[in-house]
């Protein structure tokens, strides 16, 4: 602890000189008879103004379709004709009593 103590003072001994003197500028610098204030000059900032971004037109994008499915179908089978025989007029008929 006494090492640190004393490590403080040394150093703080060797920094009050620097701080000490002010060189014109800061707390006393109106006792310096060569001091002159200097004029400031504020420039204010640039203004750049972007124009927006050029919207173009363009049209939507083509949407392509696919082209429906090709479907072979099997042609269809019918059954073979049944031959219509024309009605003829003799009747038969069969009665047998019990």
């Known amino acids: 602890m006494l090492k640190k103590l004393i490590l403080a003072a040394a150093g703080l001994a060797l920094a009050v000189p620097a701080f000490a003197h002010d060189g014109g500028h800061g707390w006393g610098h109106y006792r310096n008879p060569h001091f002159h204030p200097r004029p400031v000059f ?9 124009p927006p971004p050029r919207v173009f037109y363009a049209p939507p994008a083509p949407v ?3 082209p429906p499915p090709v479907v072979y179908r099997p042609a269809p089978v019918y059954a073979a004709p049944v031959p219509v025989l024309p009605p003829s007029g003799i009747s038969i008929r069969l009665h047998f009593p019990l």
Do not use: D, L, S
């Not at 504020?42 to 972007?50: E, I, S, Y």
């Open 64 to 66: 392509y379709y696919a």
């Open 42 to 50: 504020v420039h204010p900032r640039p203004v750049v103004v972007m």
